[in-house]
């Protein structure tokens, strides 16, 4: 397995624009999770799904974020509208159970000018 | 919901030295501690974990304790090498609360010549 993809590596967009981040979990991890890490705050979960069924939203900042899991292998958090202060990078993992090792993507680098 | 402090938030030792992060958790219902090594611009991937079960892990260079009763966890690196060099992440999280990890703000370690 390629282990987490995360697309695009880097994005570059004008305040206001939708942005819309996606991930391809490793096959067979049922856990997919969403991570937005800034120095200011380090790494922050923003939600997590089970089986595609989101499980606890509770990190994401605002109505303007929302992820959804269409399916096993595929993830979206979308931004709209983008703001300066959601410049950060995005991380996407997986893990296959409970308490069990999350997988990383390569995240995204997302700069909102 | 769980609160994790690490510290300290940044560390320099001379290489060949051994190098000692601290974390504290508060929940109680917390009995998974993994570790995670961030390089400059990479993703943040396991180094170890220990559960709740376990009062010591190591892995040649490196070891994790814990400590239940008083809810703190450490990561030990002897005999440094360059490129021990990174950003190190503590996180807890808890079988019940299904896999969400909670992150410390990291340690970022500088072994130096």
């Known amino acids: 397995d390629a282990g987490v993809i995360q697309s695009p590596r880097h994005e570059v967009t004008e305040m206001g624009q939708e942005v819309t981040l996606r991930c391809k979990p490793i096959?067979?991890?049922?856990?997919l999770f969403w991570y937005r890490q800034t120095m200011m705050r380090g790494l922050e979960l923003l939600i997590y799904?089970?089986?595609?069924?989101?499980?606890?939203d509770s990190g994401m900042p605002e109505d303007r974020f929302s992820a959804k899991m269409p399916n096993a292998s595929f993830s979206t958090l979308k931004i709209q509208p983008s703001e300066p202060r959601d410049s950060a990078v995005y991380f996407c993992?997986?893990?296959?159970?409970?308490?069990?090792?999350?997988?990383f993507g390569q995240g995204t680098r997302l700069t909102v000018v | 919901g769980e609160n994790v402090e690490q510290h300290p938030s940044t560390l320099s030792v001379q290489e060949g030295d051994s190098a000692v992060i601290k974390c504290t958790y508060s929940?109680?219902?917390?009995?998974?501690f993994p570790w995670y090594k961030q390089e400059l611009g990479k993703r943040p991937q396991l180094i170890i974990d220990?559960?709740?079960?376990?009062g010591e892990k190591k892995d040649q260079r490196i070891a994790v304790t814990l400590n239940k009763t008083a809810k703190h966890f450490s990561l030990h690196i002897t005999e440094t090498q360059p490129e021990d060099s990174a950003v190190y992440f503590c996180?807890?999280?808890?079988?019940?609360?299904?896999?969400?990890?909670?992150f410390g703000t990291g340690t970022q370690l500088k072994v130096e010549l």
């Open positions: 993992a997986s893990s296959l159970l409970h308490n069990t090792e999350a997988f």
């Open positions: 096959s067979g991890h049922d856990y």
């Open positions: 799904f089970n089986n595609n069924v989101p499980i606890d």
């Open positions: 929940d109680s219902a917390s009995n998974y």
């Open positions: 220990i559960r709740s079960n376990v």
């Open positions: 996180a807890a999280g808890a079988t019940g609360g299904g896999n969400k990890l909670t």
